[in-house]
Every structure is written in C-alpha cells, then in structure tokens.
C-alpha cells in the first residue's frame, strides 16, 4: 500500500513541474506580446528590432543562396572554358593535320584569331580567379585554374 503511495506522490511532482512549465510558457508568451506592442508603440515599423532580427534571419538565408548560386555559375563557367578548350585544340590539330596532308603550310596560333581569342579570354579568367583567390597561388601552372577555381569559391 505505502508503494502506492508513493507512486502517486511522484505523479504529482510530475503534474506540478508540468503546470509550473505551462504557467512559465504562458508568462513569457505575454511578455512576448506585451513587448511586440511596446515595441510597435515606441519604434516606427521599419526599426522595430523585433523585425529587424527577422529581416537580418531572412537576409542571412538569401546570402547563403546566393553564395550557392556563385558558386555554381562559376563552376558551369569554367566548364565551359574547358570544354571550349578542348573543342578549339582538338579542331586546330585536326586542321593542322589535314592542312598537312594536303601539303598547306599549317596555320601557327599566331595567325588563328579564334584560338587566340579564346586563349586571352582564358588567361583574362584565370587571372580573375587568381584575385580572388590572393597571393598564396600567384605562381601556379595555368593548368591549375580548377584548383584554384575551387579555393576560391569554397
């Protein structure tokens, strides 16, 4: 029977801690609300902190996605430049050969104006990424520009 007992007593600690917690809850939802109306009485709406702290939340998140986005963008635009790399390489040996076996004397990078087009706007880009990546990779191989690409967007 005593067992009982204190099995209820125990309970009752329980429901009382319960009710204390609820009643605390209740507390400071009021103090929630009484300081939002202070807060809309004293501050016009645009500096009302309350606000402000949620605007800087939502900012915060935004900045995050928008890092994501760069970071992507330049991803897909390096790929492009490697892509566009290999593409004009692979064509310029190509015409290199058939330039070659029809006995046309071959054209150099110098007189390819496309080649050396898409070679100062890869240097131009690397030295972007460079910039931004600062001085610790200053004297790297131009075929690091991924590496270097990634340290400086991670």
């Not at 204390?20 to 209740?26: D, M, R, V, Y």
């Not at 054209?107 to 050396?116: G, M, R, V």
Request: glycine share 4%.
């Amino acid at each position: 029977m005593g067992h009982h007992n204190h099995h209820h007593h125990h309970h009752q600690a329980a429901d009382s801690l319960v009710n204390l917690l609820t009643k605390a809850n209740h507390d400071l939802t009021l103090v929630q609300l009484k300081l939002e109306k202070e807060f809309q009485q004293v501050y016009p709406d645009n500096a009302n902190p309350m606000k402000l702290v949620n605007r800087i939340k939502k900012i915060q998140g935004d900045i995050t996605a928008l890092k994501e986005q760069c970071r992507e963008l330049l991803v897909a635009k390096q790929d492009l430049i490697d892509k566009a790399q290999t593409t004009l390489i692979g064509n310029r040996s190509l015409l290199q050969k058939m330039q070659a076996s029809m006995g046309i004397p071959i054209t150099s990078a110098d007189e390819d104006p496309a080649f050396a087009n898409l070679n100062q706007i890869i240097d131009e880009w690397t030295v972007q990424v460079r910039s931004r990546t600062g001085d610790e990779v200053q004297n790297s191989e131009p075929e690091d520009v991924n590496r270097l690409l990634f340290s400086a967007i991670v």
